[in-house]
Every structure is written in C-alpha cells, then in structure tokens.
C-alpha cells in the first residue's frame, strides 16, 4: 500500500485538505473529491468558498500542466470529470440561497467547443443569484442559439469559448442576431480564458466577464438598467 492511499481525509486541517484536494483533482480521484467538499461543507466552508479555492484552484493547476505538456487530454478528462463531482455536490446549495428572482439566461459553448465546465460553473453561480437559466450545452451551432432564444425569450445569452479557433464563432451568433434583427432584444455576456474584454467589445458583446462572479454581478447591472429603461 502506498503512502497515499493511507491518508485519511477528515483527519487533515483545512490547509493539508485542500493542498490533499489539488493533489486528487490532478490525480482524477472523484470520490475523494466529492469526500473533501463535503468534509469542508460539514466544518463549514461556505459552497462558493469551496468552488473558488479547492476545486477551481486545482482546476488551474491542472490547466498550468497541461499547456506545458505535462498532462495530456485523458488526465484532463479524469480530473475534470473529478470537478464535476465536487460541484454536482455544490450545485444545489449554491442555488438554496432564496434570492429573488432576478431574471434569466440561457448559455451554452460555441460551436465546435467541448469545454464546459467554466459554463456550468456560470450556470450554478447564476441560478445561486436568482437567475433562471436554460442550458444548452456544447458545441452549439448559431441556430441552437437562435432556437433557445425564441423558446425560452431570456433576458440575457450567454456564450463560452475555450479555444482561439472557437471564439470567433462568438461573432457568426452575434452577427445573426443583427441580421435578423434581435440583437437588441438581449442583453449578450461572453466568457472564457482565451477571450478578453477586447474581445467582447470587437465582437459586439454586451460584456465580458472573467469568471462567474463578475458574471452574476454583470448580469445583475444590466437586467437592472434593462428593467429602468423599460419602465422609464
Ligand atoms: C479541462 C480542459 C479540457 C477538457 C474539457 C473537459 C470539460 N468537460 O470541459 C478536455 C480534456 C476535454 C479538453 C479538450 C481540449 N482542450 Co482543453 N483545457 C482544459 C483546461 C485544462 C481547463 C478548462 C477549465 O475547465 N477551466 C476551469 C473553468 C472554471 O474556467 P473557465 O473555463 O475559464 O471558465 C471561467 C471563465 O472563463 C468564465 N466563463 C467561462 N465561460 C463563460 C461564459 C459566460 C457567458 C460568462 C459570462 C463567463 C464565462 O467563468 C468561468 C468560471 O469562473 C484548459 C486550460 C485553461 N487554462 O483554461 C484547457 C485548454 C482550454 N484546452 C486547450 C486545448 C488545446 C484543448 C484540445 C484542442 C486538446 C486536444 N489536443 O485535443 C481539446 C479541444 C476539444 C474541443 N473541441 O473543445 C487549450 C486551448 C488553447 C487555445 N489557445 O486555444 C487550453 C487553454 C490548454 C492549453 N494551454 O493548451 N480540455
């Protein structure tokens, strides 16, 4: 038996926990991912707390080792998958928070993007706010967009691109809108690591939002300026 499988999780201080939980998370370890967010929950971490700095801190980790050759797609997958479990956890208790209805989204990845867990992410943080959101996954092509749209007629669409070669896809959607002449009916929020408020401007996105809290906060100005002018 090796050093590691005799560690015992709940038996470790907050500090070892999450340093333990980067380690499982680059490891792929599911179960202990989702043992440790719930250790964390039972000592009292807050959901969001455990979001931020166990499971995306490992996340960008793993994203550091994986520009640079270290890992390759299968661990990427493993330890994705391992995230997953900790938020699938999280994802109720972040959405318990009785916030007001605030308005709503739908989000999904762009065409030919399969990176989805920065969404889901967003996703989480918006219905934990108040928002309703309609999800539509990945690799959605401009007349999934559109569709969802005309069902759903959110406040708000939100687009993710992980990839420079998918982000401009962004833009085809964006352009559509125009062309049919609904860009204005929606408020359009644009997110992902290769993207910058640059980016969003050049495309004709409302805003760009670096990570899911500046997303809630994003959403929540302009469903409210939206909402003023409506009623002005
Ligand atoms: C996990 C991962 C994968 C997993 C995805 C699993 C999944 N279910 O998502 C797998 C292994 C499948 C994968 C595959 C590939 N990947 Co990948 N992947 C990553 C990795 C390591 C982490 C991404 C992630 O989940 N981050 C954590 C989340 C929380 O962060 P986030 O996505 O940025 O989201 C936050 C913000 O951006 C923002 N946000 C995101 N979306 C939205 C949307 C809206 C509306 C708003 C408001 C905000 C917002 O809020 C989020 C929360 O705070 C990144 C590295 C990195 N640094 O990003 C590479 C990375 C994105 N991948 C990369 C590559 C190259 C690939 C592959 C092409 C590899 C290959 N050779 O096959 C394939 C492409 C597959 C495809 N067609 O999409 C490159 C992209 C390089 C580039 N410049 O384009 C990266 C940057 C790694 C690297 N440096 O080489 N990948």
Redesign the pocket.
Known sequence: MSEEEDIILSELDDEELVQQMYDDLYDGLKEEIEESVNILLSRGWAPYKILTEAL?GG??I???D??DGI?F??E??L???A??GGMFILKPLLAETGAPRMGSMV?G?VK????????N??SM?MEGAGFEVVDIG??NPVENYLEALEEHQPDIL?????????MPYMKVVIDTMIEQGKRDDYIV???????NEEFGKAIGAD?????????VE??KEYVARKHNAMTA
Do not use: E, Q, W
Not at 158 to 166: D, E, I, P, V, Y
Not at 189 to 195: F, M, S
């Open positions: 995306v996340m960008t793993v994203g550091a994986f520009r890992l797609v299968p990427v997958l330890a994705a998958n995230m997953k989000i990845t030919g993007d399969i990176h989805d867990i920065g969404k992410l967003v943080m990945i690799n939100g687009m993710s691109a992980l990839l420079t070669t998918t929020l644009v997110g992902g690591a290769p993207l805003a760009y939002c670096r990570d899911a809290a500046v997303a994003t959403a």
